[in-house]
């Protein structure tokens, strides 16, 4: 593997999890493993791992632009990571203001409810 995969991996790890991680490599195969290579070194070795800003702040974007753009079938994943990354419920809310304004008060609601319906999974207390 590259170092670009290394870093990637230790990233992912960090913000993810070993389990999550593990369960996803223990689920790779011959046909999606070049996909995951290209997320491991991509998305967590080149993105996530950049000095500039912080995997807070990294993981409100990731949030906002998942719920911008309707992919929601990772939001709940990138919320579970939020006990790793430092974004707080106040942080997501926040940035779920600016996918209304600036993406749509649907995707936002939508996203919204994925949010609270992980949080409660998580046992976190929304006030």
Same mark, same amino acid.
């Given at each position: 593997m !590259?170092d670009?995969?290394d870093?990637?991996?230790?990233?992912r790890?960090? +913000?993810?999890g070993d389990?999550?991680?593990?369960?996803?490599?223990k689920?790779?195969?011959?046909f999606d493993?070049?996909?995951?290579t290209?997320?491991?070194?991509g998305a967590?070795?080149t +993105?996530w791992?950049?000095p500039?800003?912080s995997h807070?702040?990294?993981?409100? %974007?990731?949030? #906002? %632009?998942l719920a911008a753009?309707?992919?929601?079938?990772?939001i #709940?994943?990138h919320v579970?990571a939020t006990?790793? !990354?430092?974004?707080t419920?106040?942080?997501?809310?926040?940035?779920? %203001?600016? +996918? #209304?304004?600036?993406?749509?008060?649907?995707?936002?609601n939508?996203a919204?409810?994925?949010?609270?319906?992980?949080y409660?999974?998580m046992?976190?207390? %929304?006030s």
């Amino acid at each position: 593997m !590259t170092d670009r995969f290394d870093e990637g991996m230790r990233t992912r790890r960090a +913000v993810l999890g070993d389990a999550h991680v593990d369960r996803a490599e223990k689920a790779k195969t011959a046909f999606d493993e070049s996909f995951q290579t290209l997320i491991t070194e991509g998305a967590w070795g080149t +993105v996530w791992s950049r000095p500039h800003l912080s995997h807070r702040e990294r993981s409100m %974007l990731t949030l #906002a %632009l998942l719920a911008a753009a309707g992919n929601f079938d990772e939001i #709940a994943m990138h919320v579970r990571a939020t006990e790793s !990354t430092g974004a707080t419920p106040q942080d997501l809310i926040e940035s779920m %203001l600016h +996918v #209304a304004v600036y993406c749509g008060v649907p995707k936002a609601n939508h996203a919204i409810k994925i949010i609270k319906e992980t949080y409660r999974e998580m046992g976190v207390e %929304l006030s």
